[in-house]
Nanobody, 115 residues
Framework: QVQLVESGGGLVQPGGSLRLSCAAS????????MAWYRQAPGKQRELVAA???????DYGDSMKGRFTISRDNTKNTLYLQMNGLRPEDTAVYYC?????????WGQGTQVTVSS
């Protein structure tokens, strides 16, 4: 029922910025949790940021102050604004949605931070 498609990844220099988008189709509402995760080579997939039921927002520790998660409910789109990017931010970034007990994942978009 739900499909998530990420876009906006690419190559950026350290200190640069990127904005990721996740277009959602299906029955995802503003009351459903949506989030960004990432997975770097050799590392476990980790939470980047989440908008949870009720609108509360959580960020991973290393993302605080640099990344901003937001939703445009009229467009069914989730965003991740990433500023002050570091080489250690290099990873595949995945869009995630939770509806009830069901979890949905996008295909991922590559972000590479390198000079």
């Amino acid at each position: 029922q739900v499909q998530l498609v990420e876009s906006g990844g690419g190559l950026v220099q350290p200190g640069g910025s990127l904005r990721l988008s996740c277009a959602a189709s299906g029955s995802i509402s503003s009351e459903n949790t949506m989030a960004w995760y990432r997975q770097a080579p050799g590392k476990q997939r980790e939470l980047v940021a989440a908008i949870r039921t009720g609108g509360s927002i959580d960020y991973g520790d290393s993302m605080k102050g640099r990344f901003t998660i937001s939703r445009d409910n009229t467009k069914n789109t989730l965003y991740l604004q990433m500023n002050g990017l570091r080489p250690e931010d290099t990873a595949v970034y995945y869009c995630f949605a939770r509806r009830g007990w069901l979890n949905y994942w996008g295909q991922g978009t590559q972000v590479t931070v390198s000079s």
